[in-house]
């Protein structure tokens, strides 16, 4: 008899019982136990991260894929591997004091991205409009606009929840590097450059993509 209220035994911490409900059953079991691949364990969704964050081929399914990323899935996934691969937000506050911890601002997430080796998630735990305040012109994201340097997932929770704001002073965001961003649930804003005063994407290689997003 199917039971749509049973969560496997392994998922018995309540984070991990929350990563169950809301995006393994929704978004992965139905075809993974038709593979064979039941995801009975938290550490068998490990290897979500990658193949949903950095090669975008999960979910497989188109209709699959276009509802998880209209939900809350994709924050509840990123949010398991926090302090790794995912650097989440706590203060709308421009701040820089180069660490990324309890305390964190969206340009010290963007800076612990930039400084990690592997494919990065920013997410936002609070919500509301984070202006940049801090003046200044260079291109390692210490002052002014925000530096993306490496390839990153920015991941709002909406364009009413999580608006970046250039503080009409300076552009927002400053894609170089040859950086594959994605921008996801996002509303930018209050740019102020002479090109690209949301969002400037330069460098060879470089590739921004937009997604339920506003510039």
Same mark, same amino acid.
């Given at each position: 008899v199917f039971n749509d209220d049973y969560v496997p035994a392994a998922y018995s911490a309540p984070a991990d019982q929350v990563l169950y409900n809301l995006v393994v059953k929704p978004y992965c079991r139905g075809c993974h136990m038709a593979q064979g691949f039941d995801l009975e364990t938290p550490s068998q969704i490990n290897s979500a991260f990658a193949a949903v964050f950095v090669s975008r081929d999960m979910p497989h399914a188109q209709l699959t894929n276009h509802r998880f990323w209209s939900s809350n899935g994709p924050f509840y996934l990123a949010r398991r591997f926090a302090g790794t691969k995912t650097f989440v937000v706590t203060k709308t506050a421009d701040a820089n004091d180069g660490t990324c911890d309890a305390d964190c601002s969206l340009r010290e997430a963007v800076a612990a991205a930039?400084?990690?080796?592997?494919?990065?998630?920013?997410?936002?735990? $609070?919500? %509301?409009?984070?202006? &940049?305040?801090?003046?200044?012109?260079?291109?390692? =994201? $210490?002052? %002014?606009?925000?530096? &993306?340097?490496?390839?990153?997932?920015?991941?709002? =929770?909406?364009?009413?929840?999580t608006i970046l704001s250039g503080n009409n002073t300076d552009r927002v965001l400053h894609i170089q590097n040859g950086a594959d961003v994605l921008i996801q649930n996002v509303q930018i804003t209050g740019g102020n450059a002479p090109t690209g005063g949301g969002v400037l994407v330069s460098g060879n290689g470089s590739l921004l993509m937009l997604n339920h997003s506003v510039v």
């Open positions: 930039n400084a990690n080796a592997d494919y990065s998630v920013i997410i936002f735990e $609070a919500p %509301g409009t984070f202006t &940049l305040t801090l003046g200044g012109n260079d291109d390692n =994201n $210490a002052a %002014g606009d925000l530096d &993306l340097r490496t390839d990153m997932t920015i991941l709002g =929770n909406s364009i009413w929840a």
